[in-house]
């Protein structure tokens, strides 16, 4: 009995370890797919010539794993320009996140992340000449005060008084918090819209 028992053990214990293998095999291979999916998105945004729309006609189980990789890797890509120059990237994300979800919610969402991002630009450049004209009053009177010292003309610009760097500091933490969390609000809408 001691002997059935223990090839009854090592039976189940093989069947269990092959099950193991195979839903090891599952998650790999799904973990490949979104892997894919962000590869693909990769080489969108570089420029490549890729059809991301295409995603959209794989069958559902291997759409839906691929669309979340792509997504994953464009809402990456968006993020809260330092310079005008930084919303291309951005943009082409958008316009990668369209080929995946043509619907108009997903349109509209869009555009309020672009009026989103356009604001935050023109927000920072109108705080940073509040900042320069608080400072500018300063920054005269220290220019006089240098010209007296030693007997020349001195021009100075407000950013290089000492405390402005640490008010700015404080205000783009403060922009920047406020806009980011608009923006992430944004990008969880839309993955709930591709990926539900």
């Known amino acids: 009995m001691a002997q059935i028992r223990s090839t009854m053990e090592m039976v189940l214990e093989r069947a269990a370890r092959l099950e193991a293998e195979t839903e090891g095999t599952e998650s790999l291979s799904k973990e490949e797919k979104s892997r894919e999916g962000m590869r693909l998105a990769a080489q969108y945004l570089r420029g490549e010539e890729v059809d991301l729309a295409a995603l959209l006609t794989k069958p559902p189980a291997e759409k839906a794993l691929l669309v979340q990789g792509a997504l994953t890797a464009l809402l990456r890509n968006i993020t809260l320009p330092r310079e005008e120059e930084d919303r291309a990237g951005a943009d082409k994300a958008m316009q990668g996140m369209l080929q995946l979800g043509q619907d108009p919610q997903m349109q509209a969402v869009l555009v309020e992340m672009k009026k989103l991002l356009d604001h935050y630009l023109q927000h920072k450049t109108d705080l940073r000449g509040q900042l320069e004209k608080q400072f ?3 920054i005269e009177m220290l220019e006089q005060s240098m010209a007296q ?7 100075l610009e407000p950013s290089q008084h000492p405390k402005f760097a640490e008010e700015w500091q404080k205000i783009m933490v403060q922009l920047n918090e406020q806009y980011g969390n608009a923006l992430d609000q944004q990008k969880s809408y839309i993955q709930e819209l591709l990926t539900s």
């Open 149 to 155: 010292k030693t007997g020349g003309q001195v021009k």
């Open 136 to 138: 500018a009053q300063q």
